[in-house]
């Protein structure tokens, strides 16, 4: 099937009206296919002030806020007018990027009228009850997301440990895989500013610990400030460098009262920020693959992370970084120190890390789901041929 003959129908519960990695890949991947000249239409809550401009067409859903987390919106399903211009724009492929009530509604759509679904995973949304307190309720939110993934043809997702994970869960059979990429020109050692550090108050001979994503709990802000104490209590001389923004800020100004807080960044300002430290730490288990892992190692710093999806996939374990186990603060604190006194290991595993960040291609993985969306219309229509 050519590009143009496809017409793919983005349902989204977050495509640009707050900024992060999932729904900056989605408009990537939207932008990629708009110049293969394939038809895309999006479907998601809108605000009136964005993150950003939405690449492509956007269709606003209705929405409400997330209790607790009024940032955030919850889209309320499929109304009369959306699924009449749903008929208008005629799909032949529906992408849900979320599992929430509108993407359930979507597939349902799809069903119906014998059109393939295919779900992208971006967030082990599962994940986050443990960081409320919510963790008997995970079967049941499990439960929710196998049925909704079991009645896609195909499910995408960024990485191979993201994969095994979702095979084990039983969540679908038919697994491709749709990693990222990083925008090199943007994220890069040159961007690397000492003067920049030294007006934040840093020593040039201070280790700086970097931060990078929202600031929510899910993030694993509990145990980057307990590894932070345990260094502290050893001695060791650092400051943690935080770039973003996020409902969490107060309780994490809190919890590091010395740390360098430099909010929101974009273009040439994070990239230069990111650059600027000398090693990444991300204790977060919750991503589907960590963007700001590979922007981290595009800057050529050595990442601390702990051994979860969204890092297996990208750190190599003694070559570039180090992966901990999940909330084990000590073996944290013991790689970070081990960074501290060598700085020829810290050069050696940021160097390697950023030759594999040259490796990634954005144009070429996002080739990948022109591929499955193909393969996904293949094999419905074959499926339909033998029942017929």
């Known amino acids: 099937m050519a590009p143009e003959d496809l017409r793919i129908a983005l349902v989204s519960g977050n495509y640009n009206y707050v900024r992060d990695g999932a729904n900056q890949a989605l408009n990537r991947l939207v932008g990629f296919l708009l110049r293969q000249g394939v038809h895309v239409r999006v479907y998601s809550p809108t605000v009136e002030h964005p993150a950003f401009p939405p690449t492509g067409d956007l269709v ?20 009369g007018a959306i699924r009449r211009d749903l008929e208008a724009f005629n799909p032949n492929i529906v992408h849900i990027a979320s599992p929430d009530i509108s993407s359930h509604r979507a597939v349902t759509w799809a069903r119906k009228r014998n059109i393939p ?17 919510l963790e008997a309720f ?23 440990s993201t994969a095994s994970v979702l095979r084990a869960q039983r969540m679908n059979r038919n697994i491709a895989i749709w990693s990222r990429g990083v925008d090199r020109q943007q994220f890069n050692p040159e961007r690397r500013d000492m003067e920049w550090r030294r007006s934040l108050g840093i020593a040039d001979d201070e280790l700086v610990i970097a931060f990078l994503g ?15 104490d345990a260094l502290r209590e050893r001695g060791l001389r650092h400051k943690v460098l935080v770039i973003g923004e996020g409902p969490a800020r107060p309780w994490f100004e809190k919890a590091l009262p010395a740390g360098v807080f430099v909010g929101h960044q974009e273009g040439p300002d994070l990239a230069r920020a990111l650059a600027s430290a000398d090693l990444f730490l991300n204790p977060s288990i919750t991503e589907a693959f960590g963007n700001v892992t590979l922007e981290a190692m595009a800057c050529a710093l ?45 050069a050696r595993h940021g160097e390697a890390g950023l030759d594999y ?24 229509e074959r499926l339909t041929r033998i029942k017929g």
């Open 117 to 133: 679904a295919v779900a992208s995973v971006h967030t082990r949304f599962e994940t986050y009850l443990a960081y409320y307190h």
């Open 357 to 380: 960040a040259k490796t990634q291609d954005w144009d070429v993985i996002n080739a990948s789901v022109l591929r499955t969306y193909a393969r996904a219309i293949e094999r419905r």
């Open 214 to 228: 929202r600031i929510v709990m899910e993030k694993g802000l509990d145990v980057f400030a307990a590894v932070h």
């Open 60 to 79: 606003s859903l209705p929405s409400v806020h997330v209790p607790g987390r009024d940032e955030y919106r919850f889209p309320l399903g499929l109304p």
């Open 138 to 160: 995970e079967p049941v939110v499990r439960g929710i997301i196998r049925r909704l993934y079991l009645r896609c043809d195909a499910l995408l997702v960024p990485a191979e």
């Open 302 to 346: 050595p990442v601390v992370a702990a051994e979860a999806t969204g890092a297996t996939n990208l750190v190599r374990d003694g070559e570039t970084g180090t992966l901990c186990d999940p909330g084990d603060i000590g073996s944290f604190a013991d790689a970070i120190t081990a960074y501290a006194a060598d700085p020829a290991l810290r």
